[in-house]
């Protein structure tokens, strides 16, 4: 028999079970570890050393079928340690502990799952810690003071010499009336608007500010307290406006305390007297005094619901505009805005019972509002200058760290850069102008609301130091010089120049896939045609159609051609003439999306660009407001530094200084000085003996351009010395803010003239103003430019009808007349044929196009008549596209 089948031997003393016996006594555990448990077989039957076989080859197999079918069902501490089982029934059982998580005496995924028991503890420990975090802070917040909350100081303003300009802000603002003083419709009014459960609440609304905290912690919206008490709270916290979770929380612990400790009828006059309503007005004293000029006790309905509007937020609903914080927020809108809450308002009070319906049909109108600017101290200029410099602090509130809020709040010594003479010397000029030519009794039909913009920036540092905002602030509102929608014409030529020297144009001896890199730089001397009802090409050479399939025929102001029958016009002389058939096909040739970058790195906002899809972008139809364009111009006077215009040089509260803008500037280097002083080098034989020769200062150098507009709806001129730069524009639309169909009129009999000219009124008001503005100051040349880039010729001439002889054989059919054809295809950008808001040319004129219409003289306004074919395209009113000078973090 093999050794393996062999039987144990039978132990001494008492057989089998004795030995059973013996090793269960012998044994810390009441099973052996099976076999391969261990490193070696004999380690399954050692245990203490001593090796103890089982009695027979029954029980083992017994043993053996126990270990595999029984392992899972319980297991002994021990045993568990040493990685095998135990055996029996008598297993240590697990320790007790505080959290039994990972759950013990479970395996696999139910080790993770929790039990009800430490769930429900979870949540029992969870929420008695809120409750206890939630006592505490209640316990700290304190009810908020009304009268601090109305408190508004003035900010003092000061020209760049050091002198007071104005201090305006919250003289008014500290009134606080008292329960009784306000009209029980402002006080239901505010309720139907905002709270209708307010009589009844405790205050806060748990749902409104479970959705608040929600966005925030999303990343989405903030949101505001949705209850008038909530409301209070937050005009109440001036010390910390943030929108965070965290001032959330203390919003509401306060507004729970407010409502549960404070009447209603003083929580209502504490909103009421502690809300913004707009126009520098706190409380609901200021805003009835500043909007309507009586006293808050002496409001109608009407009056009432319109101030409930502007609750809502001012910038939107105050039907004056707020063009300067968001270009958005134009007067025509914020009517359209305010008149629709304003009649929601007056019938959710008659729906909520608190208005008669026959009161309510009392007032079928808006109510009469006063002037934004009523205070005496903005009126003229002051008040352009004070929302000028204003836009600036809020727009730019990364680097004056200075919201909107603490701007109304006050405290604040501004010192802005305007030069209180240039500013009296500019509105001098305007009305001196305005006085002798314009007559508004005499020719109602063309001289009526004639508007005239300027503004004067300084090339070295950026600073505007005069800008002509309109005849009055406490008239018109609109700031001519910051944003208007008048289309600029031909002053933005320079811009294709510029570009053209910049980038070049695209070879044309290579096929266009080859070209994009290719380019040639060109000189002034390049020769372009100045053909009237010149065949605009596309960069393949085809002529360039719009969405009607129609050729485009770019036309010259007064169709006329320069320099028949060849048409050769290099782009000095082009300029000198304001020849558009040349700058038009120059712009193509660079291609488009160049043009735009100059005038961009020039420093027009992109927001004001017109489409650049049309050949008619390059000879301006964009719209930058006259600080831009006076900008842009001063970085050529400036050799190709471009700065950012900016209105504040310095701003100090009670504690010191809080922003200076010399350690914000940021000059970038936009041309080389190659590119920037040969386009001034152009633009001087512009005013020397082109169309701008009414601009010619005294014993000065001046470089400039005139531009004119299709329609004869708005004229400019644009000019500069080495130490000013200013742009002048000139436009006809009606001043009435509120009119929702306000549009750009045409100027043909204006001031007595036929046509007006960039050359006639605009250049006269820029003459008059830079001789005094400069007057006692050093006469300074511009740099003498490097020469630059090559003479490209882009005009194939055409070859001459031969003259038949007489023996040749006379036909009978008519020889036509020989095309001009071109050797080489002239390049251009590929542009989109398809007609847009400002896509001249669209219209059913034959496919010409008017374009800019400077007239060709050197007579300062002298105007021919106009062709009768000549497009109108009825203006641009988007104003200056991104709200003017200051939007974003550039103003």
Known sequence: MSEHRRKSPQPQGGGRAAARRGQTGSSSSRRAAPRGATESPSDSYDSGGEERPYGSRAEARRASQRNSSGAGRRRAADGAAQGGRGRGRGSVPPKKRIIDYPRAGKYGAARWVPSWKLVTGLFIGFFGSMMAVAGVAYALVGLPDVAKTAEAQNNVYYWADGTQMVATGGETNRQIIDYSRIPKEMRYAVISAENKTFENDRGVDPMGIGRALFNMAKGGQTQGGSTITQQYVKNAMLEDQSQTISRKFKELFVSIKVGANVDKEDIMAGYLNSAYYGRGAYGIQAAARTYFDKDAEDLNPSQCAFLASVLKGATYYDPAGAESIDPSATPAANRERAETRWRWILGEMVKDGHLEESVRNKYPDFPTLQSPRSNAQLGGQVGYLVDLAKAYIVNNSEKTGITEKQLRDGGYEIHTTFDKKKVTQLEAAVKKVRKENIKEKERPKTDKHVQFGGASVDPETGAIKAIYGGVDATEHFTNNADQTGAQVGSTFKPFVLAAAMKWGVRDPD???????????????????????????????????????????????????????????????????????????????????????????????????????????????????????????????????????????????????????????????????????????????????????????????????KTGTTDGNKSAWFVGYTPQLSTAISMYRMDDDESNKKREFLEMYGTGGQDKIHGASFPAEIWHDYMEQALKGTKVEQFPTPEPIGEVVNDVVVPTPTPTPTETEEEEETEEPEPTPTRSEPSPSPTTSESCGAFGFGCEDDGGASTGETDTGGTDGGASPSTSESEEEDGGNSRGNGNGGLFQGSSG
């Open 510 to 704: 290579l096929e266009p896939t080859q070209a994009q890199d290719e380019r040639i730089q060109v000189s002034p001397k390049s020769l372009y045609s100045g053909k009237n009802k010149l065949k605009i090409e596309d960069y393949d050479g085809t002529v360039w159609k719009d969405k009607d399939e129609k050729e485009w025929l770019q036309r010259n102001d007064g169709d006329e051609s320069y320099n028949p029958p060849t048409f050769q016009i290099d782009l000095r002389e082009a300029m000198r003439v304001s020849s558009n058939s040349a700058y038009v096909q120059l712009g193509m040739n660079v291609g488009l999306d160049k043009v735009r970058e100059s005038a961009v790195d020039a420093g027009i906002k992109e927001g004001s660009l017109a489409s650049a899809n049309f050949p008619s972008f390059s000879i301006g139809t964009s719209d930058p407001s006259a600080i831009r364009m006076a900008g842009a111009y001063a970085t050529f006077a400036a050799s190709g530094k471009q700065n950012e215009p900016y209105s504040v040089d310095e701003i100090t509260d009670k504690d010191g200084t809080v922003f200076t803008h010399e350690n914000s500037a940021k000059a970038k280097q936009a041309f080389t000085e190659q590119v920037a002083d040969n386009v001034t080098d152009v633009l001087k034989t512009v005013v020397d003996e082109g169309t701008g020769t009414a601009a010619k200062l005294s014993n000065r150098p001046v470089a400039g």
